[in-house]
């Protein structure tokens, strides 16, 4: 089997614009898919994604001349030795390329290998290991007596955390955390995301606060370059310090496991390198008795990539889903995608539990007419 043609979809985003409070760090952003779509000359499709929260959508095509570029070089060469591509496209990435576009491609070519084969990708990378719940990230922007309203219908659906944002400043994310996590049921977890807006001393402030309400991790406290402030957060608050989703690669988890910066891991599988790279994080994770929460904000066909790999990791009890409306009877449903034909598939049942689509490769497939009605390019 060999690669003939890499072709890059961007599409507008379904869910318009969600606003993300935080501090310095606030921003409108988007869910603008841009899908790899790899054909062989066997006449199998491979699928991936990546996505963008640039509203101009700018960003989302030059990401896609990137899967143009990688495709070239991967023309004509076997998908299935999908190790060997990552590493061919880490060696252009690295000095000149797109993380986005390698991350797509990558995913592509795991669909590529469970189709031929037969399997979906979990049982490629080992099979499933317990069961995976889901989590609920809601970042409307809203004050503490509707976020603990809100907080009692996701908890009704089943999810055992709410995500909140926070890095509106130190008062205010102080007293937000002690007003929800008093007042939503008393088996819900709350975790808080501050997208990196504090420096340590700050961190710290909230960090308390949020170690006494018993949080169940403080997510992006401080900058992620800063891996000594997140190892001294780490080892002086009693809440779960978490971070990853904005590191390249497997590589960097390295350092933070030697400084012992994090307890939570949440690499992006659309931006740091697709299941290859998220996989290889898990397992590197592993023996320092760490947790793989894979941050999986965005569109469903990189969801699903990361449902495959959380599925077949032993140190992934948890996976973010999204929740963008609250708006919709079920939060369970998926929204973000509706180009994508079957993605009812990917769902949140009653309890929490969430399984990767079963059908070979990633499990989804995309419904050509409603591509064609949401392609920018």
């Not at 991936?48 to 929260?53: A, N």
């Not at 370059?225 to 904005?246: F, M």
């Not at 390295?254 to 994080?281: K, M, S, W």
């Not at 569109?299 to 992934?316: D, E, G, R």
Request: include cysteine; charged fraction near 25%; aromatic fraction near 8%.
């Amino acid at each position: 089997m060999r690669i003939e043609q890499i072709e890059p979809i961007v599409l507008e985003s379904a869910v318009g614009t969600v606003s993300m409070p935080g501090g310095k760090n606030a921003f409108n952003a988007t869910v603008t898919p841009v899908v790899a779509k790899v054909h062989t000359d066997e006449g199998i499709i491979g699928l991936g994604e990546t996505y963008l929260d640039d509203p101009s959508g700018h960003k989302a095509m030059t990401t896609a001349k990137g899967i143009e570029a990688l495709g070239h070089e991967l023309q004509g060469s076997d998908p299935r030795d999908v190790t060997d591509r990552w590493h061919e496209m880490y060696v252009h990435v690295k000095r000149e390329g797109s993380y986005r576009a390698m991350s797509a491609i990558d995913e592509a070519l795991w669909d590529i290998k469970g189709k031929d084969v037969g399997e979906p990708v979990y049982e490629l990378l080992g099979g499933k290991v317990g069961q995976v719940k889901a989590y609920a990230t809601f970042p409307l922007s809203k004050p503490a007596d509707q976020l603990i309203e809100d907080a009692q219908w996701l908890y009704e659906k089943g999810f055992p955390t709410m995500k909140i944002v926070a890095g509106r400043g130190v008062t205010d994310d102080q007293e937000k955390i002690k007003a929800v996590a008093e007042n939503i049921p008393k088996t819900m977890g709350l975790a808080i995301d501050s997208n990196t807006t504090y420096d340590v001393q700050d961190a710290m402030k909230v960090g308390e606060v949020a170690s006494d309400v018993g949080l169940e991790w403080f997510e992006e406290p401080v900058s992620h370059t800063n891996i000594q402030g997140q190892a001294q957060l780490n080892r002086d608050l009693s809440v779960p310090i978490s971070a990853y989703q904005n590191h390249l690669t497997h590589y960097p988890a390295v350092d933070h496991l030697e400084a012992n910066a994090l307890e939570i891991y949440q690499p992006a599988l659309d931006f740091c390198g697709g299941i290859t790279a998220a996989q290889r994080v898990g397992t590197m994770i592993e023996p320092y008795d760490k947790k793989l929460v894979l941050h999986a904000f965005g569109p469903v066909i990189n969801y699903s990539a990361s449902l495959h790999v959380a599925a077949a990791c032993p140190v992934s009890p948890l996976i973010e889903f999204g929740v963008y409306s609250d708006e919709i009877d079920d939060p369970g449903e998926y929204l973000a995608s509706p180009y994508v034909d079957n993605q009812t598939d990917i769902y949140v049942q009653d309890g929490g539990i969430i399984e990767p689509p079963e059908k070979p490769g990633l499990g989804l497939e995309l419904d050509d007419e409603l591509v064609e009605e949401y392609r920018l390019n």
